[in-house]
């Protein structure tokens, strides 16, 4: 999910797996929290409290409902001055001490990279192919040594975020269904991240859990093309990818077909309806999916069922994207006007405008 949708929804051969990869077991390992707006939040003195109203550390509070692991975005030079690399070492270091795994999720962009939208750095502006694949490769190792040096290496690592049709456009981008040219900057991502640490699992990203054939597509085309990766990544958001059924059928689909584990990267649900900052919220309905209200009960009904369903189907995991995002001014979603832009995710959070967490929320185990 990234702000594209708060303009509009999103646009709408198998592999032998690697040995050295920590995540290749068919457990439930991943109970994810994406908390890229969390130390802005933090700096800008919004207060967390438990179930039980009292004040406390907002990974104590997650890890009090069942997160284990943390997902971070890097943006290359992003003009608000976070979640770029000193940022997200300094919050990996936060969440490493609190006992958290963590998902390093590249971007490779200075702003939102997503299905509608894949801008290349201006640092990177005016590159060809060949030497996008190194800029990649170096700035890949560059952050995830960077990360190991410190003592908080990542767990995972995604090369890329959402690319339903390619990465880093136009060079990148999937045109005729050639994957060529989108598939070496992959295995560049891929090859840096081994060179860093073997054990780091390596993820493949796209917004496509809610149609199978387009899956097919997509990871068939890399597949065939040569692409490396480690773990299968989907977002699903109930309001824009299909009933619970079809998710089912995507997970337990992909897993066969590419022999890989897969990973729900991203999923939401609100809890209001309510808003509370002058930027209209993305999600209004009082019943977004399957006649569950937007409600605190609501939400942990259907965060609870999103995990039923992907662990059934044979997932290790699902992420809650940004659970921490309140509306506090001045951590807005625009990366060049954060401090005006505002939230449109606020009611889509795990914790209230008050900042108390969801008592019914969990992750679950």
Same mark, same amino acid.
């Given at each position: ?26 457990? &439930? $390992?991943?109970?994810?929290? #994406? ?69 390093? #999720?590249?971007?490779?962009? #200075?702003? &939102? ?16 192919? $060949? ?9 890949? *190792?560059?952050? %995830? ?44 991502? *891929?090859?840096?991240?081994?060179? %860093? ?39 699903? *958001? %109930? ?26 990267? $991203?999923?939401?649900?609100? *809890? ?16 977004? %999916? #399957? ?33 921490? &995002? ?9 990366? $060049? ?7 449109? &995710? ?7 405008d008050s900042g108390r967490i969801n008592p019914l929320i969990r992750w679950l185990r």
């Amino acid at each position: 999910m990234k702000p594209s949708l708060i303009a509009a929804a999103f646009l709408a051969v198998a592999l032998i797996p690697s040995p050295a990869v920590a995540h290749q077991k068919s457990s &439930w $390992e991943m109970r994810g929290a #994406d908390v890229s707006t969390l130390q802005r939040s933090v700096e800008l003195g919004q207060k967390f409290y438990d179930a039980r109203g009292k004040r406390d550390n907002p990974y104590d509070i997650l890890r009090q409902a069942g997160v284990n692991y943390v997902r971070l975005r890097i943006w290359n030079n992003p003009t608000s001055g976070y979640s770029n690399k000193a940022k997200v070492l300094q919050q990996a270091r936060a969440a490493k001490a609190k006992g958290m795994k963590l998902l390093i #999720d590249f971007h490779y962009s #200075d702003t &939102w990279a997503d299905p509608g939208k894949q801008f290349i750095p201006s640092a990177w502006a005016g590159h060809d192919r $060949e030497q996008l694949e190194k800029d990649v490769y170096d700035y890949t *190792y560059d952050v %995830c040594n960077s990360l190991k040096k410190q003592g908080t290496t990542p767990d995972s690592v995604q090369i890329g975020n959402e690319i339903n049709s390619g990465m880093l456009w136009p060079a990148g981008q999937v045109n005729n269904s050639d994957f060529g040219p989108l598939t070496k900057l992959l295995n560049a991502g *891929y090859d840096a991240t081994k060179a %860093c640490n073997r054990k780091t699992g390596v993820m493949v990203h796209t917004a496509l859990a809610g149609n199978i054939d387009a899956a097919h597509w997509f990871y068939d085309g890399i597949s065939a093309a040569g692409a490396k990766w480690d773990i299968t990544a989907l977002s699903y *958001y %109930c309001m824009w990818h299909g009933s619970l059924d079809n998710l089912a059928t995507v997970v337990g689909d992909v897993k066969a077909r590419y022999g890989k584990p897969v990973v729900i990267a $991203e999923t939401a649900y609100p *809890y209001t309806t309510e808003n509370y900052d002058h930027l209209e919220n993305i999600m209004l309905s009082e019943a977004p %999916c #399957d006649g569950i209200s937007a409600t605190k009960k609501g939400q942990a009904q259907q965060f609870a069922a999103v995990q039923t369903t992907a662990k059934k189907a044979g997932a290790i995991g699902v992420f809650y994207w940004e659970p921490t &995002w309140t509306a506090i001014p001045r951590n807005g979603w625009d990366t $060049e006007d954060i401090e005006n832009s505002g939230n449109a &995710w606020e009611n889509m959070a795990t914790f209230d405008d008050s900042g108390r967490i969801n008592p019914l929320i969990r992750w679950l185990r």
